[in-house]
């Protein structure tokens, strides 16, 4: 009894949600010109750097640009898989460190506590050690010039925070008008995911990291980036 | 005097020593208040939003509670309900094995809990990971400030403490620091079995603790190791994920005039098998007071989200910081004192301090009403432990009484106990008495008072001119006559009938704030008879506190059977002089009164009182601005309070007067004139002045307007 009233319950809850997205999809693709110019004045305001890039092509252009000769560390979603923009930048030969390759490498699967926390160790060492993180977003929040990153289990988190530069690829299509609506997009993405209505962790980033904690001075770079640089692609 | 009178005094008098903190936390109101009045006007929903989000939940915690406990289970996580701090501190150090290491970020509850003291007796060592918190930490210095704990800290120490931290020669350059001490937490991160965090709220209905923060401290410090531990209050959660992230937004729009924090993070429990995230996550949910604050007729208080703009406006923060409250700060840390700790914790930690400006309603995003809930308190106070004999003396004997006795009684006493200043700008003790500080300026009774000095009835010979009664207060009755003499000539330059019946009492709002309930009720009560027994269309005052009071007596009296609705319609007829005037003027048409107006001469500063700012009544500043000739500023329009605070300053002299003495050094050189709109004002900042020897007239707005008025007729 209980048990079909949970399912009633979540039933009406996937009705809801879709409603509600396809609703907010409606309404950005409508408005997706305006939301685009308050994104980039948003995002700028808070202290990222906006690349504007037509497609995936360029987009991998802008980075090996940015990365130049150094290392970047890959945070591999749906969004940079659906580009093939790693294999793009294998191409033009940015030295490109997957994480999930070096999760396979020291074993997770295995799932052992103690390899597992030596693994983690070294992992979040090696990301550490490179000077851009790369990831994709799950959204674009417009009036605040923030960044939505979703994580179950990989290190997106990692990758976005311990790097010196954060690079973050997202598409217009990403933009929603505010925080709300950026957690329609949550829910909706979680489902099927888990049992649980969310994935593990969400963060909204909003600029580098910073504190004014020294005689009030802003300083950046305290615990996660000095700089987020966001690649925003016309199409994808 | 009891001990707990001696145990604050010592704390404000440690408040005051300590200049660089003070000056620091100025420094920071200065250029947060600012910005955050116009981060919260581009974002006008935010407030209101957040106020019904918060009264809901609130109202509905036992079920939310439920809620959140089991979809926080279901996310994974081990939730424990401890019903007292000393219940999760006894959790906490079941989880965390001695000797282990900690990275800790913000957290009230936590501190709240004092888990801390108890991990670092199982030799559990703890890292603070906010920058501010960890120049504290290792520099052992008491935070000044909830959001920059280190601001007072100066450049050259923070290297200094850094140098020893890390071995090597750190720069005194805030980057320099900033990088070194990067790399050293970076370590502690990875090497942390534990990580203690705070909640900055927790949706119900997906399970998910929602934290937000501009460092990223709390990011790594959830994420990175193993075992997650968060400590929260029970008033943290919300019904919906969507209404956490409100509260996120309103805390960085009225905790640092952003719009949201640098990073806003939801995590919804442990990871498995996962690369980032605790394998463990315990979530401590505190329930210690919270629902005794809840049954007791304090709910409001339980919608504080900590963002500190209440203590960025409070003039007694400002100048004592953390000796103010007891692990929360401020007024609104009084409160959670008070019914977490018990009222014998917040009498001694400065229940007492609240000089009632009203100024932290405004600032608050939920609008806590917290100077009313502190008379609450206070008035519980009273119960259990007494006024006092230096408050009932003032109370009971000299305000409580009509003022013709106390008057007569008081100007045969006054040259006995009192002497004349050289200059007579008003009166000091003779000799240490009561408590009363001996460079205190007192004021002069004065020869005449209004209730001598002017008719009970001044009536209009137009048959249909608006009936109005007048309310002097005690100051300008026994005081300032000369004020109650200007407010009702210009009364009668509008061509208002008014009635000023003689043997009206206190407002009550001395004993009100003092707690004395019943006194107050007495004061409200008598004045009512007395004002009502004409048929009025407005109570006029040209005191804002009595205002204050009038416009109160509605909620003072809402139980009593026989009062409650006199005192509802009451209420609703109380008008500042200026409000009044600026009322008329309005329905004039806006012209008329400008046309009466003769050139005064002279530089006026204004100083806008406390007590009409809450209720954004600005006219008193509109109207002077308006008098031809008069070299007009506002440099004391920046709405700090002057401190004078009534009964606060009975026991706290040194206090006020240091509150006193910033409002004098605002006051441009070479001003004549001090103006205000509010007796209260007028004396303190008339002590001010004297302290400082600067030779500044202080006068009340209204004096201006009917000199003016008088000089428009020559």
Same mark, same amino acid.
């Given at each position: 009894? $209980? ?210 904690? $020294? ?9 996660? #980036? ?11 | ?135 504290? *930490?290792?520099?052992?210095? #008491? ?12 450049? !050259? ?10 071995? +090597? ?16 937490? &970076? ?94 996550? +315990? ?87 917290? #100077? ?17 004999? *230096? ?28 002497? &004349?200043?050289?200059? =007579? ?190 209720? =954004? $009544? ?20 920046? !709405? ?39 007796? =209260? ?34």
């Amino acid at each position: 009894m $209980i048990q079909e009233e949970r399912a009633t319950r979540r039933e009406e809850y996937r009705l809801d949600l879709r409603n509600r997205s396809e609703e907010l999809e409606r309404f950005c693709s409508d408005k997706r010109e305006k939301l685009k110019m308050k994104a980039i004045q948003t995002l700028e305001e808070r202290g990222c750097q906006v690349y504007l890039v037509s497609n995936a092509e360029e987009a991998a252009t802008q980075i090996a640009e940015i990365v130049q000769t150094d290392t970047v560390v890959a945070y591999s979603n749906t969004l940079l898989e659906e580009l093939d923009l790693l294999e793009k930048l294998q191409m033009k030969g940015v030295k490109t460190i997957y994480t999930d390759v070096l999760a396979r490498d020291k074993g997770l699967g295995d799932c052992f506590q103690d390899t597992m926390k030596d693994a983690r160790l070294v992992i979040r060492q090696k990301i550490a050690s490179a000077s851009f993180g790369l990831t994709g977003v799950q959204a674009v929040v417009a009036n605040h010039g923030s960044l939505m990153l979703m994580d179950e289990q990989g290190s997106v988190h990692s990758v976005s925070s311990l790097p010196d530069t954060h690079i973050a690829v997202a598409s217009v299509q990403q933009i929603v008008p505010d925080l709300p609506d950026a957690m329609t997009v949550a829910r909706q993405l979680s489902l099927g995911g888990t049992e649980r209505v969310l994935v593990r962790y969400i963060s909204i980033i909003t600029g580098p990291s910073s504190t004014s904690d $020294i005689e009030g001075q802003n300083v950046r770079g305290m615990h996660g #980036p000095k700089e987020v640089k966001v690649i925003l692609m016309e199409e994808s | 005097m009891n001990n707990f009178t001696r145990k604050v005094q010592s704390k404000v008098t440690a408040g005051l020593k300590d200049k660089t903190a003070s000056m620091a936390r100025r420094r920071i109101s200065q250029f947060l208040g600012p910005a955050n009045v116009i981060a919260v006007e581009k974002f006008p929903l935010a407030g209101p939003l957040h106020r019904q989000t918060k009264a809901q939940a609130i109202a509905n915690l036992r079920e939310k509670l439920e809620e959140a406990v089991r979809n926080l289970e279901n996310n994974g996580c081990k939730v424990y309900r401890a019903r007292t701090s000393a219940e999760a501190v006894a959790y906490a150090r079941k989880v965390i094995k001695p000797g282990c290491l900690v990275v800790k970020s913000k957290s009230n509850a936590a501190k709240e809990t004092g888990v801390l003291e108890a991990l670092a007796q199982d030799g559990v060592t703890v890292i603070e990971t906010d920058m501010g918190d960890r120049i504290c *930490q290792i520099g052992n210095i #008491p935070a000044s400030h909830p959001l920059g704990p280190a601001l007072h800290v100066p450049v !050259g120490k923070v290297a200094e403490l850094f140098t020893k931290e890390s071995g +090597h020669q750190v720069a005194s350059d805030p980057s320099t620091i900033v990088s070194v001490a990067r790399n050293l937490l &970076r370590n502690a991160f990875f090497q942390a079995q534990y990580g203690i965090s705070g909640a900055n709220a927790i949706a119900a209905d997906t399970g998910s603790i929602i934290l937000t923060e501009n460092e990223g401290n709390i990011r790594l410090g959830t994420d990175l190791p193993p075992v997650h531990i968060v400590f929260a209050g029970i008033e943290k959660i919300v019904p919906t994920l969507e209404e956490a992230i409100h509260v996120c937004h309103t805390a960085a729009l009225y905790g640092t005039g952003a719009s949201v924090g640098g990073y806003i993070n939801v995590a919804s429990g442990p990871g498995r098998e996962s690369l980032d995230g605790p394998l463990e996550m +315990h979530v401590i949910l505190l329930e210690e007071g919270r629902w005794e604050a809840i049954e007791a007729g304090f709910s409001e208080s339980l919608a504080c989200i900590n963002c500190g703009a209440c203590l960025n406006v409070c003039p007694v923060y400002k100048e004592i910081g953390e000796q103010y409250g007891y692990k929360y700060f401020g007024g609104i840390g009084i409160i959670h004192t008070a019914l977490r700790n018990g009222i014998e914790k917040a009498l001694e930690n400065g229940l007492s301090l609240c000089v009632g400006c009203r100024q932290c309603i405004d600032a608050c995003p939920g609008n806590i009403p917290t #100077p009313d809930l502190i008379q609450k308190l206070r008035q519980r106070a009273v119960t259990q432990y007494g006024l006092g004999r *230096q408050k009932t003396l003032v109370l009971k004997s000299i305000l409580g009484k009509n003022p013709s006795r106390t008057w007569r009684w008081g100007r045969k006493l006054q040259p006995l106990g009192l002497r &004349r200043t050289s200059k =007579g700008e008003g009166y000091q003790v003779r000799f240490p008495w009561m408590n009363v500080d001996p460079k205190r300026l007192l004021p002069n009774l004065a020869e005449k008072p209004a209730f001598l000095s002017y008719p009970k009835e001044q009536t209009d010979t137009n048959q249909e001119s608006e009936q109005v009664a007048y309310f002097a207060g005690c100051l300008n009755n026994l005081v300032f006559p000369e004020v109650a003499g200007a407010t009702l000539e210009v009364l009668k330059e509008q061509g208002v009938a008014v009635y000023f019946p003689h043997e009206q009492v206190c407002c009550g709002y001395p004993m009100q704030t003092a707690g004395e309930l019943d006194l107050a009720k007495e004061m409200a009560r008598r004045n009512m008879a007395l004002l009502t027994d004409h048929p009025v269309a407005r109570i006029i005052v040209d005191c804002p506190t009595c205002g204050t009071a009038l416009r109160g007596y509605a909620k003072l009296l809402l139980d009593d059977k026989v009062w409650g609705n006199i005192a509802r319609e009451f209420s609703l007829k109380v008008r500042d002089v200026f409000e009044f005037l600026s009322e008329r003027e309005y329905k004039a048409g806006g012209f008329g009164l400008a046309k009466m107006k003769g050139t005064l001469q002279g530089k006026v500063s204004y100083h806008q009182p406390c007590h009409l700012k809450y209720l =954004g $009544i600005n006219h008193a500043a509109e109207f002077l601005a308006t008098i031809p000739g008069l070299d007009f500023d506002l440099a004391n329009g920046d !709405g700090a309070c002057c401190g004078f605070g009534g009964v606060t300053s009975l026991e706290h002299y040194n206090l006020v007067a240091t509150i006193a003495s910033r409002k004098v050094d605002s006051t441009l050189a070479g001003t004549e004139i001090l103006a205000t709109a509010c007796p =209260g004002c007028m004396v303190h900042m008339a002590d001010g002045l004297f302290q400082q020897g600067r030779a500044i007239k202080v006068k009340h707005a209204i004096e201006l307007l009917a000199e003016s008025y008088r000089k428009g007729k020559e």
